[in-house]
Every structure is written in C-alpha cells, then in structure tokens.
C-alpha cells in the first residue's frame, strides 16, 4: 500500500493538471467562437463561387479548352491533401484525417492509381512521414489561425501541379465543424472542376445540397452574355475558386480542432477531478490504516510492559 506522502504527491500532480486542462479548455473555447464567425461569413460565399463557375462552366459548352479543367481519362497520380494541425492534445481529431488518408490510399491503389499525399499541419507531417509516406508538399505554423494567403500558396500549388500533369486528380481530406462535440471527416473532389464532389458523414447538412430553387432555376435560364467570353472568365474564376474552397478546408479544420480540444480538455480535467476524489478516499484510507497501525503498537506495548 502507498504511503500517506506518496498518495499527497499523486494528488498535488494531478491537481497540476487539472489546472492546466481547465485553463486549455477556456482557451480554445474562447477561440472558438471567432472561428466559428469565420466558417459562417465564408460559407454562403464558397458555395456562390462554386455555383458561378459550374454555371460559367456550362454556358462555355461544358468541356471550355481551359488547362485546369482537362480531365485525365486515365488517373494515374492523385494528390491528396490532409488538413491536420500543428499541435496535439485534441481527441482524435488529427488521427481520423490520417486514417481516412490512408483508406483513401488503399482504394485508389485498388484503381490502379498512386496516392501522393501533401499534408497541412505538423501532426499529419509527422504522421505521414512514420508511416514512410513522405508528404511530396508540406505546410505549417499556420492551422490554428489560417489566413487567406496561406490557402493562396497551397491552391496556386495545386492547380500549377495539376496543370503541369503531375497529379490527374486533387483530393482535399479534413474535419468538417458541425460542433464542440461533433466534427465529420470530408473528402472533397478540388480539381477537376466537373468531378469536383464533396463526401463525408453528415454531408446532408451542407447547405449546398445541389438543389436550386425556382428562382435560380430562371437565373439560370437565362440568356447570359460574357465580357470577356466564357473561357477567357473561366480561367480567371477557377484559380480562384480553388483557393476559396483550400481556404473554407483550412478554417473548417481550425475550428473543428478548437472544438476538438475543448472537449478533450474538459474530459481531462473531468477525470483529473475524478481522480483526485477516488485518491482522497485512498489518502484517507491510509491514514486510518496508519492510526490504527499506531494504536496496536501502543496497546501492544503497554500489555508487554504489564
């Protein structure tokens, strides 16, 4: 049995870090709601910028002699980006991108296709790189507070690989925020343009749900006139719907990983609480055995002396 002193140490420790998980705790849920703000402003734009360039897309016959949206009828290589983040302490937040990744890798190879795998985040460098899955690209520091620049230098590298016929098809992995509590893995299909498909547990609550109401039906049944032409429009709007649709991944991601990490931080300092009350009742428990230990000594003493 421990003794009186180990049982308080165990409880100074763990009173330590029920601290510290509290204090986590406070910290991503009060940055949580700025990047739940965020997720909210971009939503609705995303989701027009898709909608203008398919719309675009088809008024340019469907199949425009744009670079970036040749599809490869025979997929060799595919890119496949895993948005994780820098840090841990998150729940498995950063261990379902890397396995839903590398699902990903086993169907393609059953295709006959090659995954080539760029990781946002350190935990998916680190991940990917002990799994001997070297990332061909990598980019961190920045997943907690992404900004728009930074989804400008992954899309631009994206879209220049998939042009240069380095990559035949672009997948984007990561967590989709619903809540604290709630985060689905999504699988979305970046480049080409005509396959572009977002998949992923919970996709009924995207509010892009393909289905157009009477008005935008009429919108677009309309007779459009483009200035420059279509294609000339396409070329310009397709660069910059990749990076609108990184940059929704990235703030997607960030703001699952706070809820994430609020949440495990919570059950930390939960259980931490738990401890410290089930190793109390030890201490205690040791402390009668101790005075009770005393007493006999004292008792048995005094009959040896009579």
Known sequence: MATQKEVK?????????NKITRAME??????????????????????????????????????????VMVEREDVKRVGVVLITGDRGLAGAFNTNIIRDGLRLQGELREQGAEAVFSAVGRKGVSALTFRKQDPRTSYVGFTDRPGFANAREIGEELTARYVDEELDRVELVYNRYVSPLTQHVWRQTLLPLQQAEVTGEGIAEEEDSGEETEAEKAHAAALWEYEPEAEELLAQLIPEYVNISVYRA?????????GARMTAMRNAAENAETMMEDLTLEMNRVRQSEITQEILEVVAGAEALG
């Open 250 to 258: 990235l703030l997607e991601s960030a703001a699952s990983e706070l």
């Open 9 to 17: 140490n165990r409880i100074a420790s763990i009173k330590n870090i």
């Open 26 to 67: 406070m910290v991503a849920a009060a940055r949580l709601r700025r990047a739940e703000q965020r997720i909210e402003q971009l939503r609705p734009y995303a989701q027009g910028m898709r909608k203008l360039t398919r719309r675009a897309a088809e008024q340019a016959g469907g199949m425009p002699r744009v670079p």
